[in-house]
T-cell receptor, first 114, second 113 residues
Framework: ETGVTQTPRHLVMGMTNKKSLKCEQHLGHNAMYWYKQSAKKPLELMFVYSLEERVENNSVPSRFSPECPNSSHLFLHLHTLQPEDSALYLCASSQIQGLYYGYTFGSGTRLTVV | AQKITQTQPGMFVQEKEAVTLDCTYDTSDQSYGLFWYKQPSSGEMIFLIY??????QNATEGRYSLNFQKARKSANLVISASQLGDSAMYFC??????????FGAGTILRVKS
């Protein structure tokens, strides 16, 4: 399997639930990213992992907890979310350096918090 | 300061016609890369085309071409012979060296039959 795979594609969860989003890449990339895309808002970069180390956390609430166990996998653990957290969550991967390297994105997880 | 500016929130184009989506960028680096992505309603971000700052020729990929004007710091996407399947959100993005890919706000394109 090639590219970036995200699961699940759709998720509905209650505010008291705990769930995890999964992202897997088979491209040999060494950086991975989580983005949030809310309706009518720009893409928001949430977390950046470089060589499995978190290098950026853009003031994301603690109810979002990322995990990068190895260079191919990235998780986003969710707990006690709010309705305003409903959004499309996109995972991406890239090479760390090389300005000619764009990001390869997964298909996203569409999250609804009820 | 805004690094990537897409001034057209939405555009309409008639099927089979060409359309230009605008993108201007801001950087003091000499080396950078410019990218365009397409996002259909299904959500996935699809890479379309890349232009390097040192590339002398405008990039082309099938019906997509990038009108790169370095002095004006613009990197407009041209889609020729529009198809209904081109209806989507389009994002312009820039990467500087080891930096992150920075995205514009996007332009929604609607192709009319």
């Amino acid at each position: 399997e090639t590219g970036v795979t995200q699961t699940p594609r759709h998720l509905v969860m209650g505010m008291t639930n705990k769930k995890s989003l999964k992202c897997e890449q088979h491209l040999g990339h060494n950086a991975m990213y989580w983005y949030k895309q809310s309706a009518k808002k720009p893409l928001e970069l949430m977390f950046v992992y470089s060589l499995e180390e978190r290098v950026e956390n853009n003031s994301v609430p603690s109810r979002f907890s990322p995990e990068c166990p190895n260079s191919s996998h990235l998780f986003l653990h969710l707990h006690t979310l709010q309705p305003e957290d409903s959004a499309l969550y996109l995972c991406a991967s890239s090479q760390i350096q090389g300005l000619y390297y764009g990001y390869t994105f997964g298909s996203g997880t569409r999250l609804t918090v009820v | 300061a805004q690094k990537i500016t897409q001034t057209q929130p939405g555009m309409f184009v008639q099927e089979k016609e060409a359309v230009t989506l605008d993108c201007t960028y801001d950087t003091s680096d000499q080396s950078y890369g410019l990218f365009w992505y397409k996002q259909p309603s299904s959500g996935e971000m699809i890479f379309l085309i890349y232009q390097g700052s040192y590339d002398e020729q405008n990039a082309t990929e099938g019906r997509y071409s990038l009108n790169f004007q370095k002095a004006r710091k613009s990197a407009n996407l041209v889609i020729s012979a529009s198809q209904l399947g081109d209806s989507a959100m389009y994002f312009c993005a820039m990467r500087e060296g080891r930096g992150k890919l920075v995205f514009g706000a996007g332009t929604i394109l609607r192709v009319k039959s």
